[in-house]
């Protein structure tokens, strides 16, 4: 895969996924705080936040690799998400 996939959440962080890395970004990309081989990926789970309002949509994302990755994000990084869980499950072969 030689496509980079980025899920952008809230407070300046974000999950990037190149195809044999996945790395924690916060401070808008400025900062490295984690970086995992996507070999070990294992789940991921995503819950919807309770809304408020007439407020978009968030969802607060676990991802467990070699480290547990967190990340909240907004309706707008949702297609992001599933495209980052549907490239992990391929290279996991599931």
Known sequence: ?????????ADGESI?????????????????T???????YREVRVK???RKGDAPQEY???????SIMALRVG???KAALDRLVAALEAAKGG
């Open 60 to 66: 607060d994302v676990l991802l467990a690799m070699q």
């Open 48 to 50: 919807a936040r309770k």
């Open 75 to 77: 309706e707008d990084g």
């Open 34 to 40: 984690a970086r995992n081989p996507a070999s070990t």
């Open 1 to 9: 895969m030689s496509d980079v996939i980025e899920v952008q959440g």
């Open 16 to 32: 990037l996924f190149d195809g044999a890395y996945v790395a924690k970004l916060k401070h808008h990309g400025k900062e490295e």
